[in-house]
Nanobody, 123 residues
Framework: VQLQASGGGLVQTGGSLRLSCAAS????????LGWFRQAPGKERDYVAT????????YYADSVNGRFTISRDNAKNTVYLQMNNLKPEDTAVYYC?????????????????WGQGTQVTVSS
């Protein structure tokens, strides 16, 4: 499985971006999915996660109410809609997939990772 993230960029505080992550392979609909981010000099942190059928979605406290994860299994794509962006959201954002289908906020549980897309929020 290959994951290709896109949609990052430079945005002002309060702005919005939508990240996309397209996956190869025929079993995308069975995967749990997640978005993580990593700022310079920091560990990779959980942002949002969704179960294989979209029935469960969870968010880090720092983004809850501002970010929305969604998936389109017909397009093999997962999205992260980011609203009301803040400078502290600046990071490289990674999408990830786990073959057991469950949502998870643990980095180590994910089997596949995208290459990352840079999000920069200016103050």
């Amino acid at each position: 499985v290959q994951l290709q993230a896109s949609g990052g960029g430079l945005v002002q505080t309060g702005g919005s971006l939508r990240l996309s992550c397209a996956a190869s392979g025929r079993t995308f609909s069975t995967y749990g999915l997640g978005w993580f981010r990593q700022a310079p000099g920091k560990e990779r942190d959980y942002v949002a996660t969704m179960s294989y059928n979209g029935g469960y979605a969870y968010y880090a406290d720092s983004v809850n109410g501002r970010f929305t994860i969604s998936r389109d299994n017909a397009k093999n794509t997962v999205y992260l809609q980011m609203n009301n962006l803040k400078p502290e959201d600046t990071a490289v954002y990674y999408c990830a997939a786990k073959t057991d289908g469950y949502a998870s906020h643990y980095v180590y549980q994910y089997d596949y990772w995208g290459q990352g897309t840079q999000v920069t929020v200016s103050s």
